[in-house]
């Protein structure tokens, strides 16, 4: 069993990617605000035809991050009920790892992923995490890791990059995770 939190404000219906291979076994809680309570027939075809339990929680909005907190608390509440399980959050937002980390150093299985697909996210990170490990050590692996999280453009990226290697290793680098990083914007 995995306990899915989606940060719909943040990933909309791309967050929903992967729900056809969550067995009856799953949770998923939806977190949505006014500012983003919409679906596609698509998705919400895709959200009826799911075997996993779907539920919906709407946030007040009316502070900044209040879905985030909401969304962190009820995690929280979730944990304290069953440590053993394996927690996701679904968001892009970054301000989660925080969390994945207090959560990780209490030895609660969480990630934060962009969708639903378990298998290829994980399968990715791990993939992208043994390439770098072939090229640096590991708290660079991790620095490296947390940077492609925190930027959002492959320019903005590279720069932070740059900051922090120099130009011969950043170039590295790059070729490494530029397959990993397609989606981000920018070239």
Do not use: C
Not at 35 to 64: C, M, P
Not at 75 to 100: H, P, Q, T
């Amino acid at each position: 069993m995995a306990t899915f939190l989606i940060d719909y404000e943040n990933v909309s219906a791309s967050g929903l990617d992967g729900l056809e291979t969550l067995s009856r076994e799953d949770v998923v809680y939806i977190f949505y605000t006014e500012n983003a309570d919409r679906l596609t027939f698509d998705a919400h075809r895709r959200l009826i035809e799911s075997q996993a339990q779907i539920r919906y929680y709407k946030v007040e909005s009316g502070t900044k991050n209040a879905l985030d907190f909401q969304l962190s608390t009820y995690l929280g509440y979730l944990i304290a009920g069953s440590a053993g399980e394996s927690y996701y959050i679904i968001s892009k937002d970054s301000g989660f790892d925080g969390v994945v980390n207090f959560w990780g150093k209490q030895n609660v299985k969480l990630l934060r992923m962009p969708n639903l697909d378990v298998v290829n996210t994980r399968q990715a990170h791990n993939e992208l995490q043994e390439k770098l490990s072939e090229l640096l050590e590991q708290s660079d692996v991790q620095t490296v890791l947390e940077l492609i999280d925190k930027y959002k453009t492959k320019q903005g990226l590279n720069n932070a990059l740059m900051k922090q290697f120099d130009n011969k290793k950043t170039s590295e680098i790059y070729r490494v995770i530029k397959p990993f990083i397609a989606n981000k914007k920018g070239h």
